[in-house]
């Protein structure tokens, strides 16, 4: 739907600066190519024409043409980008090579933190692991040997302890080389990864290693000192941990191992947590909501677009604004056993929707009430889309705008006053509308070099989803650039890095996927035949967008799949419709946040 012709660059390749989501496979048992590896690099030597050559027309091997001379030279053009084993990663390092060498040591069991593509320290402790398991010197620096031995066909890290080949006795750490290094509350690294594994491994300890020596690993540490019959100090000494991994050391038989707790401790003092903050309190934040029902993904200890929405149920539940921000106060009462839990909204019958007095239709819901909103704001001029009877980002931010008018607290959210105000003959109509009325995809909204509001708004929709990591500055400039180029790329639009109507219009929307939800998915188009392809269908076939589906197409992208794909994106709220099923598509499709067709049964 976005693409364009690319100006030719006769000095370089203009893609030559993205990465390619390529996974390459490990290594197999038998040759690839009959053909053996050259010897010798190649001879780059200039280009022969003066005018050179575009880098379209230059294929894998460029000859230059025949001259009167018996014996032209071939002149060769060699364009290379460093594949996952033959690029020396280090911490700073970015890029697609270090999001796969951070899935296959998540793979091996090494790493649990998010494959962002990001060298950073929870990344080094996980190389630092890796070599000292291998026998490799332990510098967390993923050189050529050590890529070459972490892309072999090897054992998992716990194969690795099970099978007894990992002697941790004798592996030196920074502190001495004769022990154990001493770990305490606010160690991190690979050797609390190692501590984190064994005492996991021994059932005192009920969460991922991260590397972070908190609470609760301190309290697992607690448990084994127990078992050995020693002061419960919660320090993982030198001595402790030479029984922690002898072959002899004791499990854990109690009902109750170390874990992330659902509820806090009847005196504690909280701190503000946002949006884009990370840790332990948001990873007990999360458990937390999760216990409620307000919150139903993992807790990763991440603050992002997810658990922002589950604080706003939340702070629904209480009366609250909903800001999206826990506040010491509401954790307080977050944490408190009368803790109210999450109750869906209830919905006013079609017939007589502004009699009833507990009526609330906010994000997510859908039907007649949602239907009739969008009509009366479409009226006002507060919403351009279609009428869909979906309420979700395009809607909430139109009910907003409303809101804005009136002077009211911007919630999103219809209640009975507002459904009042909204239908009422005196209702104020919106002029200056800002949404963009049938105007294509690739209509550029922002650009490089662009401040304000808006950008600043669009920087922290990035940032939420996981593809923007600087200030919130309200200035497009390189970071932001570099954040959207992301995007596109995941959503297969021209990567030029500025913000068209059509990325706009997905990431602002409350169900967009995150980045790392994204890499799980690669493009698919009419004609693709594979297993993601059949993956697709059948999820379509369950939210009852694909009743015409013939078995005997199945695995394969047909023109039906197409428009059951669009379909989605029409009922997701989107204006821009796409020909193609992109990996943010497929990473909304599969999530909880995709959208069931009202009319889901299928006939056998």
């Known amino acids: 739907c976005c693409s364009c012709g690319i100006t030719p660059d006769q000095v370089k390749d203009p893609l030559s600066d993205f990465d390619v989501e390529a996974e390459i496979p490990f290594a197999t048992k038998a040759a690839v190519s009959p053909t053996p590896s050259p010897t ?61 060498l951070q899935k296959r040591l998540t793979a091996l069991g090494y790493y649990s933190s998010n494959c962002d593509g990001i060298f950073g320290s929870k990344t080094k402790a996980a190389v630092l692991l890796f070599q000292e398991t291998m026998g490799i010197m332990a510098t967390g620096t993923a050189d050529l040997y050590t890529l070459k031995v972490l892309y072999a066909d090897i054992k998992t890290y716990s194969q690795m302890i099970s099978s007894g080949s990992v002697t941790y006795s004798a592996t030196p750490v920074p502190s001495t080389i004769t022990g154990y290094e001493l770990l305490q509350d606010g160690s991190t690294g690979s050797a609390v990864i190692k501590l984190q594994q064994r005492l996991i491994q021994l059932g005192y300890l009920d969460t991922k290693a991260d590397g972070d020596y908190g609470s609760v690993t301190a309290k697992a540490v607690s448990l084994f000192q127990e078992a050995l019959g020693w002061e419960k100090t919660g320090i993982a000494t030198s001595a402790l941990q030479s029984y922690l991994f002898a072959s002899t050391a004791p499990y854990y038989n109690g009902s109750q191992p170390a874990s992330y707790p659902t509820s806090a401790p009847a005196a504690v003092s909280y701190t503000t947590l946002s949006p884009g903050d990370t840790g332990t309190a948001v990873k007990k934040l999360q458990a937390r909501l999760k216990e409620l029902g307000y919150f139903n993904s993992d807790a990763s200890g991440n603050y992002l677009a997810k658990t922002t929405d589950a604080v706003k149920l939340f702070q629904s539940a209480l009366g609250w604004e909903q800001t999206g921000v826990a506040t010491a106060s509401l954790q307080a009462k977050l944490y408190a056993s009368d803790a109210p839990d999450y109750t869906a909204p209830t919905k006013a019958p079609a017939s007589t929707p502004a009699a009833n007095t507990s009526i609330v239709i906010q994000y ?88 304000g509001s808006k950008v600043s708004k669009l920087q922290q929709a990035l940032h939420d989803l996981g593809y923007f990591n600087d200030e919130v500055s309200g200035n497009y400039l390189s970071a932001t650039t570099t954040a959207v180029k992301r995007a596109q790329k995941m959503m297969n639009y021209k990567i030029d890095g500025s913000a068209t109507y059509a990325l706009l219009e997905r990431i602002m929307d409350n169900s967009a996927p995150t980045l790392e939800e994204c890499r799980s998915y690669s493009l698919l188009k009419v004609g693709d035949k594979s297993d993601s392809v059949a993956k697709l269908q059948q999820r379509l076939i369950e939210l009852g967008f694909f009743n015409n589906y013939s078995s005997s197409h199945k695995g394969k992208f047909t023109y039906a799949t197409l428009e059951a794909c669009k379909e989605v994106q029409r009922m997701r709220g989107l204006n821009s419709i796409d020909d193609f099923a992109s990996a943010e598509f497929q990473a909304y499709l599969f999530s909880d946040a995709a959208y069931y067709h009202s009319y889901s049964y299928i006939e056998e």
């Open 40 to 100: 010798q690099a190649p001879i780059i030597t200039a280009a022969p024409t003066a005018q050179g050559i575009s880098w379209q027309e230059i294929p894998g091997t460029y000859t230059s043409a025949p001259t009167r001379k018996p014996t032209p030279v071939p002149t060769v053009y060699v364009y290379t980008t460093p594949g996952p084993r033959e690029e020396e990663l280090s911490v700073g390092s970015e890029g697609n090579n270090v999001y796969l």
């Open 364 to 451: 997510g819901d859908s039907g007649e009430h949602v239907t009739r909103i969008q009509n009366r704001l479409k009226a006002l001029g507060y919403f351009s889309g279609d009428p869909t009877g979906n309420y979700y980002g395009q809607t909430e931010s139109a009910v907003m705008l409303f809101q804005e008018q009136l002077g009211l607290k911007k919630t999103g959210i219809v209640d009975k006053a507002l459904w009042k105000a909204l239908f009422a003959e005196s209702a104020p109509s919106y002029e200056n509308i800002e949404f963009y009325e049938e105007v294509d995809g690739s209509t550029v909204v922002l650009k490089p070099g662009d401040t």
